[in-house]
């Protein structure tokens, strides 16, 4: 038996003493602030709690080391003092996705309480074993700041107040969220909830043989294992290509290491882990296919039609004749790694019986695709589930694909009892879908004066074992293969395959990342050999009004490259070691796909108002814009009265959120939502008009996928960047500007923060991050290992907006969630060859070497 003080009450434990205080914290406690990031590896901070006054991961720490201590945890420091470190962290624009933050809330208690008016740099450093995904750092040290301020002053901390657009509005439930109230899918309790497990594939390409799963039924606590067997309906599912096995049967093939071949249910999630461990899986072991290189002429088929997923085939004007007749070319082979998306929250669903059907709480980014995807399997009609989103703790295109919602919603349809599935971290390494990896051949060149003629890219992505979007995502990489520049000519071809990897598919940039390293090396490499000045030879060459890109489409307006490229010049002019890169990124699907997003607002009681809409909140602040966006077509002046919520059971269709669409798309069905209640508040009050329902929607069907040059239209609209990367006099990365047209700015500190945190991811994918795999294994499941920064890995963030009112965006507006990590690792790229000489053609890249004496 331990004894201990919790939250300022004694109490005692009488369990195994090497339990987690994380896991009695929020599995017996019901004490839900710390958060599990890391799975018990201390390497998040997620859990942070305080003990005798120390800062302490709570997931890394055994009851038995809290014997005789004293544990505060949130929600045992004083209201008062949580309310002012909350309102400085949303009040800056600290708060994101939030699952970070009652950590760094910890932390800051903590570092306050010992130093009351730290530096900059202290606080800097007391952070530095935090990890944020979505935030880029900047704002949760100016919040620290404010909040030691405010302490010292004994004040509140001013938020900005009004409604509308152009107003940094804090964000919706921030406060609730940075202290840890906010709800995230693991934080769910239901009365008689159960728990699963996975088992999976051993082996990347094996055939199973049998299954035993015996042992494992007979354990302690076990409610049931399932099999594919199991499964009513549609056993395979996808987001485009139905390829991907909810579980693997006897006698088939396993395609990678994240396949299932059965889960386990039990009373607890300890019972249903240990469980999945008595299963006895016997495998014929097949040797796997992992060089992309080699997947077309290859005799293992992945896929019984074959290795090749899709194409993407451009050929506009001559381009060989004009690279032969060019002054100067550049090409080059270039090389991209496997990435992960390193959200902090790992996948997690929780789903309950409902009437003849079930409900299922999810953080997908595709409610209504995942609805149909979960009917499809349990052979249930859509209107028998329901999906309603949790707000998630980071996504980035990775929450997408399902992963534990069909073993939930099996589970809870079959037993009649709400069932939790949550992933592990090495088990979320192993399941999701990445970053493609690719190898990108490119050649380009240009004439006397520095104008661009042509442009040869042959690009292969490695899709891995399914689909996912993997053919899309090479698809865009193969539109966006010319970059910000227009060039007469093109001739590109950009293909996805299949190989016994790890599955790659949606991640910020879609393939444009990839397409962007490769193209602006050659550029700089062109402007070395012609003379030109890389600032000028961009700005000569920058797409405009009238421009042309690679697919053929002609830009006619809100194109602000050039004006981006403006920004930095006084700061490109003044560095002694910099490097540029510039990027363009559609907003929008498009190719063809209709885009569709339904709202309904519903006034209540009171002039209350609930807003349904199908788009999910991941941090990116999609609540909080469509609150502001109602206000500025209504005239509502009290933003505070609108509740934003995303059920499948609204009939408000939207998403899949990705493709930097969410403001653009809901932004114009609010607007159109919005016209009659105006009309109406014309005579009546919001009180007045409790009951009644207006409902709006967006359809953009005019888009295309091919089409002749000129003519074609492949997107709604895109967004445009410039990143200047600065090296100090040792090569040591120092800062990076980065200057976004993002149509019209609706919520500068939401526009400033998605843009230091794509930054910063760009900062990792240029120096750090890579997912080891050794012949379709993992090398390690180690959160510590994808090398995601830290705030002490980054360098100084400076964000400039601009504004180029987007006649397709709502009053103007356009999508930045994805081009904020797009130009950031090729600007490196591009500074560290200026700093000693050397190109670089692969990610992550090599540091400069400091000069030896």
């Known amino acids: 038996m331990i004894e201990l003080t919790l939250n300022g009450a004694k109490t005692r434990f009488d369990g195994d003493e090497s339990t987690s205080l994380l896991s009695w914290l929020r599995n017996d406690q019901n004490l839900t602030a710390a958060k599990d990031g890391c799975s018990g590896q201390a390497a998040c901070g997620a859990c942070l709690v305080e003990v005798d006054g120390k800062a302490k991961l709570a997931c890394a720490t055994p009851m038995k080391k809290v014997a005789g201590k004293q544990v505060v945890t949130l929600e045992g420091v004083p209201e008062s003092l949580l309310q002012t470190l909350g309102r400085a962290f949303v009040a800056k624009g600290a708060v ?35 990890l944020c995904r979505c935030t880029g750092y900047v704002k949760i040290v100016d919040a620290v700041l404010e909040a030691a301020l405010a302490l010292r002053e004994g004040r509140d901390t001013p938020m900005e107040q009004g409604a509308g657009i152009s107003i940094s509005s804090p964000k919706f439930k921030a406060v609730d969220r940075a202290l840890g109230r906010k709800p995230f899918v693991d934080d769910l309790r239901f009365d008689g909830m159960l728990f699963g497990a996975l088992k999976f594939s051993e082996h990347p390409r094996a055939r199973v043989v049998h299954i035993e799963t015996s042992a494992a039924e007979q354990a302690e606590g076990v409610i049931k294992v399932l099999l594919a067997s199991d499964i009513p309906g549609q056993r395979n599912s996808g987001l485009i290509v139905e390829d991907w096995p909810l579980m693997m049967q006897e006698g088939e093939i396993t395609r990678y290491i994240g396949d299932v071949l059965a889960s386990v249910v039990a009373e607890t999630e300890a019972q249903a882990r240990a469980a999945v461990e008595l299963i006895e899986v016997e495998y014929e072991v097949l040797e796997p296919l992992v060089d992309m290189r080699k997947a077309l002429t290859s005799p293992i088929k992945v896929h019984e039609k074959g290795n090749l997923l899709g194409e993407k085939i451009i050929k506009r004007g001559e381009t060989k004749k004009l690279l032969q007749t060019s002054s100067h070319t550049a090409r080059g082979t270039f090389t ?54 949790i707000d998630c703790g980071g996504a980035f295109g990775g929450k997408e694909d ?116 490769a193209l602006e090396g050659l550029i700089d490499e062109l402007c070395e050999k012609g003379g030109f000045d890389p600032w000028q030879f961009r700005y000569d060459n920058a797409l405009d009004i009238g421009s042309m890109l690679a697919p053929g489409q002609v830009l006619t307006a809100s194109v602000g490259l050039k004006e981006t490229l403006l920004a930095v010049k006084d700061a490109y002019d003044k560095a002694q070691y910099k490097g540029l890169a510039c990027a363009v990124k559609n907003c929008g699907v498009g190719n063809g796909i209709p885009e569709l997003s339904r709202v309904k607002i519903e006034i209540h009681e009171g002039g209350k108002i609930i807003l349904h809409h199908g788009w999910t909140e991941m941090g990116q602040g999609v609540h909080t814009i469509a609150r502001q966006i109602l206000c500025e077509a ?45 009309k109406d508040l014309q005579k ?32 709604i609209s895109y967004g445009y960047a410039t990143n ?82 987007d006649p397709e965006g709502p009053f103007g507006a356009k999508g930045v969630g994805e081009i904020g990590s797009i130009p950031t690792a090729p600007a490196i790229a591009n500074a560290f060859c200026h700093f000693d000489g050397k190109r670089r053609y692969s990610l992550p890249l090599e540091r400069p070497k400091p000069e030896e004496d």
């Open 402 to 517: 399902m992963t534990v919602q069909g073993h939930a919603a099996l589970a809870c349809h079959l037993l009649d009892r709400p069932v939790k599935y949550k992933l592990s971290r090495p088990e979320s390494i192993r399941m999701h879908p990445k970053r493609h990896p690719t190898i990108l051949e490119y050649e380009i060149g240009c004439d006397d004066n520095g104008k661009l003629t042509g442009l040869y890219a042959r690009i292969l992505g490695d899709t891995g074992a399914y689909a996912s979007v993997g053919g899309p995502v090479m698809d865009r990489a193969g539109t966006h293969a010319s970059g910000g520049y227009h060039f007469p000519a093109v001739d590109i071809e950009a293909r996805s395959v299949y190989t016994n990897n790890i599955p790659c598919g949606a991640m910020r940039g879609f393939g444009v990342n990839q397409a962007c390293f």
């Open 96 to 130: 994101q996705c939030g699952f970070c933050t009652p950590g760094f809330l910890t932390r800051t208690k903590i570092l306050l309480a010992e130093n009351p008016d730290p530096t900059r740099e202290e606080v800097t450093k007391a952070l530095r074993f935090h």
């Open 634 to 678: 209504t005239g509502i002046e009290d933003i505070d009265l609108i509740t934003p919520f995303v059920t499948t059971a609204s009939g408000a269709v939207g998403g899949p959120t990705t493709a930097s669409r969410g403001t653009l798309l809901l932004g114009r069905a609010i607007i159109e939502a919005a016209k009659a209640l105006k």
């Open 684 to 715: 009546h009050s919001l009180a007045e008009l409790a009951g009644r329902v207006y409902e709006g929607e967006y359809l953009c069907d005019y888009t295309q996928a091919e089409g002749e040059p000129g003519k074609i239209i492949s997107h």
């Open 724 to 805: 200047l990367a600065i090296l100090d006099e040792a090569g040591n990365l120092e800062k990076i500007i980065a200057a976004h047209d993002a149509g019209k700015i609706l919520n500068p500190k939401l526009f400033e923060g998605q843009i230091e945190g794509g930054v910063a991811m760009g900062v990792g994918y240029a120096l750090s991050e890579k997912v080891e795999v050794n012949n379709g294994y993992l090398t390690s499941g180690k959160y510590r290992t994808l090398g995601l920064p830290k705030i002490n890995d980054l360098p100084e963030i400076e964000v400039f907006g601009v504004e180029s009112d």
């Open 336 to 389: 991209t790694p496997t990435i992960d998306h390193g959200f902090l929250e790992t996948e997690c669903c929780v789903v309950i019986p409902k009437g003849d059907g079930i409900k299922v709480f999810t953080q997908s980014q595709g409610p209504y695709r995942e609805r149909d995807e979960i009917a499809h399997q349990l052979a249930l009609s859509e209107e028998q589930v329901e999906v309603e989103v």
